[in-house]
């Protein structure tokens, strides 16, 4: 069994519209947390990460990495997806600025 890779920012936290999707996408094998540290990798390492983890496995950019997703991409896997959400929320700030947010629900894997 082969668990899909989660990637996600370490000082991030997933939504649990987001764990259900990834629940009921990956149900036979799983998924992992493959967590990034704060302060990010080089290129270099995303690189080798590539090469040596993720070209093979399943992954879902929870957090956007733009250049690991570049070098996927470049390698034509079509393991690799990312989670998305159109819908928003209108919030209101203590000065009176409203803003527009991710809603915690409407997430899916594209």
């Known amino acids: 069994m082969i668990k899909a890779l989660v990637v996600l920012n370490e000082q991030h936290q997933l939504m649990e519209d987001q764990i259900r999707i990834l629940d009921e996408r990956f149900t036979a094998d799983g998924w992992e947390i493959y967590p990034v540290p704060s302060t990010g990798w080089t290129l270099k390492q995303m690189c080798v990460?590539?090469?040596?983890?993720?070209?093979t496995r399943e992954v879902v950019f929870a957090s956007?990495?733009?250049a690991l997703m570049k070098i996927l991409n470049n390698w034509e896997s079509d393991n690799w997806?990312?989670?998305?959400?159109?819908?928003r929320e209108k919030k209101e700030l203590p000065n009176g600025k409203i803003i527009m947010t991710i809603s915690p629900e409407g997430w899916e894997i594209v």
Request: glycine share 0%.
């Open 81 to 87: 997806y990312v989670m998305h959400n159109d819908r």
């Open 64 to 66: 956007p990495i733009p």
């Open 49 to 55: 990460m590539a090469k040596e983890e993720l070209y």
